[in-house]
């Protein structure tokens, strides 16, 4: 039996991460910097597939972040995978990208993972033993949020509006060693890429700031 | 000014990782798999280095693990930055390899980072209050001083050879995002290639070897 080829890839963050394993080894490639997702994206692509003398039609199952992110980035990452896809028949694993996030941080304290939105705002994600929602908070909110919390860390580039302990800057992004493992983790989720659903959780901006606009707190 | 440009690679485990940060932006790069180090570290160099549209020359610093780790592995890893300095004359900030790796896991636990060595020792190394030196232990000696440590959490490919709890397995190898962290944390540090001191260990090795043929206690 032929090994099964996995890709992995997030762009909800300034970073994008790219994983392969393949029968010839695990390759892992991340760039971040002032090109746009738009510009590096299919290059690094195309450089990672090289190392790992593999193509895209190699590809079984891809591992995608969905978001919440930064919208144009994530677009970028999920048509990318759509065209790959619709080619190649791969099937698509769907990553909440701020959990992806969440795992770069081992601890037995409650995670929060929280990134910028537009001015105001965050998306965020309580993970503690209930499983909550990814989220769009404003910045007021939230604080009221994490007041009530207990012994929390804070993981993410919206880390710095709050008040608490901050984890190490590297953790703040998708990487590809956690993309692959929790791709892995939920192979039996693998959809086809029509049913591929970003989490923009966008309608909540909309619904804050409607709200916002009627004078009601939120 | 010219930005600093910044190479980091380990090759110490069964995972080779190659960071870059450049005028382009940060670009990381890792393999593991069955090809040999001496195989495959190059051509992800190269990889590297040509995703950032940069030279060889171009870099002014490089962050080194030095092990301990597998010895060949390590050696074509320094050999290959050897090669490079001496002819860019790239200054060398060299790294504990156990100590990179201890830093992918944010706890506040004691950290144990534990790698196998040959058969009936490991390199292992204690993140706790005092700092302790990275050393090589037989397995039944590091078992006793674990029993007299308090909560702890193992960390790198020994790990299952010791009772307690275990971090994720991609938190076992040196990852190019710490490796990059703990590279510009320690620019004050960087010195000549000539100058570059593998922390092989090996002499504790042949120490405990000949102990054991000489019937000693460890």
Redesign the interface.
Known sequence: MRTVSILCLDTSTAKISLALESK????????????KHAVRLV??LD?LL??ADSKPKDVDLIGLGIGPGNLTGLRIGISTVMGMASVTGAKVVQLNSLEVIS???????IKVVVRRARSGFVYAQIFDSDSKEPRVYSVEEFREILEGLGDY?LVGDGSNLFEGEV?????WFP????L??ETKNRVSEAVPFTEIEPLYVQKSIAELNLERRRGHGV
């Open positions: 010839n080894g695990v390759f892992q490639l991340s760039y971040m910097g002032r090109e290059p690094l450089a090289k190392s795992k770069n941080v081992v601890t037995e304290r860390v984890s190490p800057e590297w953790t990487t590809p060693e956690v692959l493992q």
